[in-house]
């Protein structure tokens, strides 16, 4: 068909809004399958892969954000109890607000790390996903320039072979 994803999304809303009303059902109507899943397929066709593996990316990013949030969290309430644990020994209670401290600081290191190679690889999907747009509407305007100049040639041809009514006069 060669329609963008939009044209193909607006065709869709046009059939469903044109389609006839079932009598007695106010929100249903009737509309031909086969045009509705062909449309469908068309648009499920066009749509990048790269957006979807952006979403995933994103959806990763989100996870490992929290897993390294619950363990940082984890890390300091371990880290807490056991210094509760160890109150009647000044040193000892000292030694181990710094080992949390070092602790806590690490797991905020591996967690702000993850969160940059998350944003790394996601922006990178993004750019590759632009990209490929990108070739897409190149293609489509060089297409678009290629029909032009063979519909003018087309039309010069049909200018010399059929005469206008004022090259007569």
Not at 45 to 51: K, N, R, S, V
Not at 81 to 100: C, F, L, S
Not at 119 to 126: K, P, Q
């Amino acid at each position: 068909m060669g329609n963008d994803v939009q044209e193909l999304i607006d065709m869709l809303y046009n059939m469903i809004t044109d389609a006839w009303g079932l009598p007695l059902g106010a929100e249903k109507c009737v509309i031909e399958r086969d045009k509705v899943l062909d449309l469908l397929d068309e648009i499920k066709a066009q749509l990048p892969t790269e957006l979807a593996e952006a979403k995933r990316l994103v959806a990763a990013r989100t996870e490992f954000i929290n897993n390294a949030k619950r363990e940082a969290e984890s890390i300091r309430k371990v880290a807490e109890d056991r210094a509760r644990q160890m109150v009647d020994q000044q040193e000892i209670i000292h030694n181990a607000k710094v080992k949390a401290n070092g602790i806590l600081s690490t797991a905020e290191g591996r967690a702000s790390e993850l969160r940059r190679v998350a944003n790394e690889y996601a922006d990178d999907a993004l750019r590759r996903t632009e990209e490929a747009i990108s070739e897409a509407l190149n293609e489509v305007r060089q297409s678009r320039a290629r029909f032009r100049s063979v519909s003018a040639k087309v039309n010069d041809s049909m200018k010399e072979i059929v005469p206008s009514d004022d090259d007569n006069s």
